[in-house]
C-alpha cells in the first residue's frame, strides 16, 4: 500500500507541469493524470465530442524533426476557419486528456471547425514531447509553427483567422482571466469533494489518459486517494469553506455577468464564453456538474455553448 501511494504521488508530480497564461504554473488536476494551471488551478478533464470529423485527402507528412507529428498526414476540410481564410494542413494538439487549459485550446478548435489530430502526452516520462524545448502542455503545432500556452495560442489562432479580432476589450479580456485565475481554482476541491466523487474522476481520466495498465490502476484508486485529501489543503488555500456553494456562486458570477445577453459576447461566443465552456465541459456530466446544472441557472448558457461550439473538430486517424 506504501508503495502504490508514492506511485501515485510521483505521478501527480509528473503532471503538475502545464501552462495557462504568462505565469508559470502547474495543476494537480488529478494528482495522477493531467495539468494545466497552478497547484490550485486543477483541472477537469477534457472530454471529446463523440462526433469527430473523419480525415479525407490525407497527403503529404509533417515535415518536422518530430516523429510524432511525422504520423499524422494533413487534412482537408471546410471549416469556419477556412471560410476566412486560414487552412492549415496540418494542426496538432500535444496534450493531457483531463488538462483544462488543454481543454480550453479544444473548445477554440471546435467552435472554429478547425481539424486536429491529439497526440496524448504520457505524464510519466512526456516522451511525445521530447522533441520540444518547452516541456508543458498544451502544445499545438500549425504546420511548421510550435505554439505554447493556452491563451496564447488561442489569440494567435484568431488573429490569424479574424485579423481584426479585438483581443484587448475589456469586458472580454476580464473575464478570460477570471477563468484561468478563479473559476479553474474551484473545480478541484468539487471533482474530488468525496471519495466516490474522486473515483468517479479518476475513473474517466484513467480510461482517457495516455497510461499503461499499471499506472491505470495505480492513478485511479492511488490518485483518488491522493487528491482526495489535497483538495481540502485546496479549499483551504483558497479560502473555500464549502466546495459546492464556491462552485455555484462561480457559476451565478458568470451568469451575472452575461446580463442577459445569449452569450458574453452577445449573438455569438467570444473568447471568455469558450475559455468558461471549455473548462467546464469535461465536469458536465460528473455529480459535480450535474448538480451545478441543477442548483444555478448556468444551464441555459450551457447548452447555448454546446449547440454554438457543436462536434469535436478532433480528426481521428490511423497512427
Known sequence: MIRVNNRAIFIGRAL???TTTTTTTTTILSGAVSGGATINQVAPFATCSSSNHQSHNLVARFGLSNPFLAQYSSVAATSLAQDNGFNPKEVVL????????????????DYYDLPYKVVEVNPMNK?????????KVPILTVDSEQLVDSSDII??????????????????????EWVDNHLVHVLSPNIYRTVAEALESFEYITTKGNFSLYERLVAKYGGAAAMYFVSKKLKKRHNITDER?????????????????????????????????????PIRH??????????TRIGKWFSEMES?????????GNN
Open 94 to 109: 500535444f496534450q493531457y486528456e483531463a488538462c483544462p487549459f488543454c481543454n480550453k485550446v479544444k473548445a477554440f478548435l
Open 245 to 281: 456553494a464556491a462552485l455555484y456562486g462561480a457559476a451565478e458570477q458568470w451568469v451575472d455577468a452575461l446580463n442577459g445577453r445569449k452569450f458574453l459576447g452577445g449573438s455569438n461566443p467570444n473568447l471568455a464564453d469558450l475559455a468558461a465552456f471549455g473548462v467546464l465541459r
Open 127 to 135: 516522451k511525445e514531447i521530447k522533441w520540444s524545448d518547452y516541456k
Open 155 to 176: 489569440n494567435k489562432l484568431v488573429i490569424k483567422i479574424r485579423p481584426d479580432y479585438e483581443l484587448n476589450a475589456d469586458e472580454e479580456k476580464k473575464w478570460r
Open 16 to 18: 503538475l507541469n502545464t
Open 286 to 295: 460528473l455529480k459535480s456538474g450535474k448538480d451545478m446544472v441543477e442548483h
Open 308 to 316: 454554438a461550439v457543436g462536434q469535436s473538430s478532433r480528426v481521428i
